[in-house]
C-alpha cells in the first residue's frame, strides 16, 4: 500500500482501476473531476482515513462523479472516516461490500426521486449505507 500518501488530485482521469489506492491508510482527500466514468472495485479499500471526495469545483465533501453509475464492489470497504456522499449521478448498482465498515456514514444525497434511489440494485454488505440518512429530491 501506499501508507504515507494523505492527499492526490487526479485531474482528467476517466478511470480508477481496481485496488488502485487500496491500503492507502494515510489518505484523507482525493481530487476527482466529473470526467471520471469508472471506479474500479476495491478502489479506496482499507483507506479507514479517506473524508473528502472534492470535485472540480473544489467542494469538500464525498461526491461520486455523474459518470459513475455503479459503484463496484468494496469500493469504499472500510472507509471509516466517510460521514456524507453525494451521488452526482444515476447510480444504478452498489456492489457487494462497497460501503462496509463505513461506520461514520450518516448522510447519502441522491439527486433522484426516492423511487429512483429505491430501484438501485443495492448488494449485501452496505449496511452503513442503508442505515444512514437518504436525502433524495
Known amino acids: 500500500g501506499c501508507s504515507s500518501l ?3 488530485l487526479i485531474p482528467n482521469a476517466v478511470e480508477i482501476l481496481s485496488g488502485a489506492f487500496a491500503d492507502c491508510t494515510s489518505l484523507n482527500t482525493i481530487g476527482l473531476t466529473n470526467t471520471l466514468r469508472f471506479l474500479g472495485d476495491y478502489a479506496f479499500y482499507n483507506c479507514y482515513n479517506l ?5 472540480d469545483f ?3 465533501i464525498a461526491k461520486i462523479p455523474p459518470g459513475v453509475t455503479i459503484v463496484y464492489d468494496g469500493t469504499f470497504y472500510n472507509c471509516q472516516s466517510l460521514k456524507t456522499i453525494e451521488f452526482l449521478g ?3 448498482k452498489i456492489g457487494k461490500d462497497a460501503f462496509y465498515n463505513c461506520s461514520s456514514l450518516s448522510d447519502i444525497y441522491y439527486y433522484g ?3 429512483q434511489w ?3 440494485e443495492i448488494s449485501t454488505g452496505n449496511n452503513d449505507l442503508l442505515y ?3 436525502h433524495c429530491q
Open 90 to 92: 444515476q447510480v444504478t
Open 118 to 120: 429505491n430501484s438501485i
Open 58 to 60: 473544489g467542494q469538500t
Open 6 to 8: 494523505e492527499s492526490i
Open 113 to 115: 426521486t426516492k423511487s
Open 51 to 55: 473524508e473528502y471526495i472534492i470535485n
Open 132 to 134: 444512514a440518512n437518504i
